[in-house]
């Protein structure tokens, strides 16, 4: 089966999120993900060069069509044309399942940039976070941008959308972390092996009704501490470092 034109307009639609709700679909691009992607979430589609679609035989993808470089790239929302793209259902989680205590999760309030979501995603992943819980006005997980900025740490956290007031006050068992001006020092902090780490806004910071649920807040510093210096750090960078430092007292 060779990729048609309707299969390419299908793919491209899903840029676009009412078609990736409609469709409880998503795309991902280029043998890093995909090949991440074929072994932990289901296969609607999968189409690319003959010789890689050969290395993913043993996937169970409902669909496969060979494809043309020329192809791939009417396809591919990418500058450079991916040699496989592969269309996921997205999954569903039941929250009510998850087993919070004695681990650590991460928080995310109204985080607007894909390249940001994608790269606390591959963050979450790397220091052993498997559970991101996000605020509905968050960016979209199953954005194509987000998609390729996780690098394949998609396929392994496990991001939930939901109403983070309630929620935190219906886990209020748990310590729930945030970073201020006004906290205290991260690195000489009493930092738990588990709790909630609220990472806010790019431009907002953490909204009112969370601010208020926060139990410990933190501050890392600049240094040295009487240097001018930027007004803030980048969202992705700070929950770098918190989760680094949260990792590092283990």
Not at 4 to 12: D, G, L, P, T
Not at 84 to 91: K, R
Not at 124 to 152: L, R
Not at 153 to 167: C, G, N, Q, T
Request: hydrophobic share 40%; with cysteine.
């Amino acid at each position: 089966m060779s990729l048609s034109k309707n299969k390419i307009k299908y793919i491209r639609s899903l840029n676009e999120k009412k078609f990736r709700t409609e469709h409880g679909t998503f795309v991902a691009e280029g043998k890093k993900i995909v090949f991440d992607l074929l072994g932990n979430c289901r296969c609607q589609f999968l189409t690319g060069l003959p010789d890689v679609l050969q290395e993913a035989t043993s996937s169970s993808a409902e669909e496969i069509a060979v494809a043309t470089l020329d192809e791939l790239k009417k396809a591919s929302q990418l500058k450079t044309a991916p040699q496989i793209i592969g269309v996921f259902y997205q999954p569903k989680y039941d929250i009510e399942e998850i087993n919070l205590n004695e681990k650590l999760h991460l928080v995310l309030d109204g985080i607007q940039d894909p390249g940001n979501m994608g790269t606390i995603v591959r963050l979450a992943n790397w220091f052993g976070i498997e559970h991101i819980f996000c605020s509905p006005n968050t960016a979209d997980i199953y954005n194509p941008k987000t998609v390729q900025a996780t690098m394949g740490a998609i396929a392994r956290v496990k991001v939930h959308y939901v109403d983070l007031a309630d929620f935190l006050k219906k886990n209020n068992d748990l310590p729930v972390f945030g970073t201020f001006l006004e906290g205290e020092n991260i690195y000489t902090a009493d930092l738990p092996k588990n709790g909630f780490i609220v990472m806010g806004n790019e431009g907002k910071g953490i909204s009112y009704n969370v601010q208020k649920l926060i139990t410990n807040k933190l501050f890392i510093p600049n240094y040295p501490a009487d240097m001018s210096t930027s007004e803030s750090l980048n969202v992705a960078v700070a929950t770098a470092i918190v989760c680094s430092e949260f990792r590092r007292r283990l």
